[in-house]
Every structure is written in C-alpha cells, then in structure tokens.
C-alpha cells in the first residue's frame, strides 16, 4: 500500500535556485495538501486542492506555486530559494465522502536546507 | 479564524506513569477534532478522532473527548510506554472537512 509519496526524501539548495517537490497519491483523493513543518512550531498549509485542476493558497503561500493536472499528483515548485524555506515539507490527502470530516494521510516529509 | 491551542513541551514521564496533553480549539460551526501523532523520521499519522460533541475518540490506550461546552480535547493515556514517546498534535477540521488547523505539537519523552 502506497499511500501518500514524497520525493526527495533531503534536499540542499542554494539560494535562488527553484526545485520542484513531488507528491503523489494511490488513494483516488480529491483532497491534497502541501504543509511546512519549521523546527518546535507545527504545520502551516502552504497550498491545497480540492480537485485535479483546481489549487487556493493556504496560510504561508508565498514563494511556492503548484498545479494539480491529475487527481494523483500535486507537485510543489519552489522558484528562487530562501534561507525562510528551510523546514520539513509533507505533502497530505483526503478523502471527500458527503459531509464528513475525514482524516488525512500523510506523506513522509521532505527536508530542504537553503544555503 | 479557527485556531488550535495546545500545552507547551517537552512532556517527560517515567513508563507506566499517566498522560494527559490538554487541548483547546477556537471554531465556528460543527469542527471535527483529532489527534495526530509524529514518530522520529516519519510523517504524521491519525491517532484518534472525535466529529461530534461528547464524543470519544480511542486507540491505542489513547482517549480524548470533545467538550464542546469548554471546547477542549484533552488527551490521556493511563500508562505510558517508552514507544510512546513522540510529538502529539491537535488540530480541528471545520464542517466540510476542507480545511485542517493544527496546534504546535507537544513532544512527548517516556523514560524507562
């Protein structure tokens, strides 16, 4: 089982160089993620997606743009690197039954240094 | 908006000694609450859940119940184990199970 993946598992970048996080899912969620995880603090939702074509910003969604062409996958580009990006990245779904509050599943995360 | 508020860490506690981890949200409507837990190196995985008031989530030894009339979600666990050790979160969902809010976690060390 699968499950929610995440590549790389680490990943050292020098500032402003861009990088795209992958993320994808065997689940058939509609509902997608991408939180950052910054040391002692917890997650704050950077983008998410309620279907494949359609993404909104979360909390902290500067610096980052996504895309959601398939209902699988939910990639994450960072475009011109920053030291404020380093943090642990973990890409989430969610299924979407009616009204009920599902549970999300994780990814295993994706640590970035910017140096 | 809505928020998570969680007791500060680091927790440590001898094995078989008693937990509770207090948790209090800030929510409009009907939020679904749960705990999540974080083992070193992994990702985050569902402990236990509550989607209504009086509720009780369970697993693992782990309970929590939603009181909505003090919008608290405490977690307990009667004894605790070296595996126990953690970070444990909290977080809401609102009623259309679209956005999540988590707290800051509390980090949990059990000691044999």
């Known amino acids: 089982n699968a499950g929610v993946t995440q590549t790389p598992k680490f990943r050292i970048l020098k500032i402003g160089q861009s990088m795209t996080l992958q993320c994808t899912q065997d689940?058939?969620?509609?509902?997608m993620y991408w939180y950052r995880q910054d040391p002692g603090m917890g997650l704050k939702l950077i983008y998410y997606?309620?279907?494949?074509?359609?993404?909104d910003k979360g909390e902290v969604p500067n610096g980052y743009n996504v895309s959601r062409s398939t209902t699988e996958d939910f990639p994450l580009r960072l475009e011109l690197a920053a030291p404020s990006q380093t943090s642990v990245y973990f890409c989430?779904?969610?299924?979407?039954?009616?009204?009920?509050?599902?549970?999300?599943?994780f990814g295993s995360g994706t640590q970035l240094s910017v140096l | 908006g809505n928020s998570v508020t969680q007791m500060e860490g680091p927790v440590t506690l001898s094995e078989e000694a008693f937990l509770t981890i207090n948790c209090t949200y800030t929510?409009?409507?009907?939020?679904?609450l749960f705990w999540y837990v974080q083992y070193p190196g992994e990702g985050l995985q569902l402990l236990l859940k509550?989607?209504?008031?009086?509720d009780k989530g369970s697993n693992k030894g782990f309970e929590a119940t939603y009181r909505k009339e003090t919008t608290s979600f405490h977690l307990e666990k009667g004894s605790v184990q070296v595996s126990d050790s953690a970070v444990y979160f909290c977080?809401?969902?609102?009623?259309?199970?679209?956005?999540?809010?988590f707290g800051p976690g509390t980090r949990l060390s059990v000691l044999p």
């Open positions: 989430a779904s969610s299924p979407r039954q009616g009204q009920t509050n599902e549970k999300l599943f």
């Open positions: 689940m058939n969620h509609n509902y």
């Open positions: 997606s309620v279907g494949a074509g359609i993404t």
């Open positions: 929510a409009t409507g009907y939020p679904s």
């Open positions: 509550a989607t209504k008031a009086d």
């Open positions: 977080a809401l969902s609102d009623h259309y199970g679209q956005n999540f809010v």
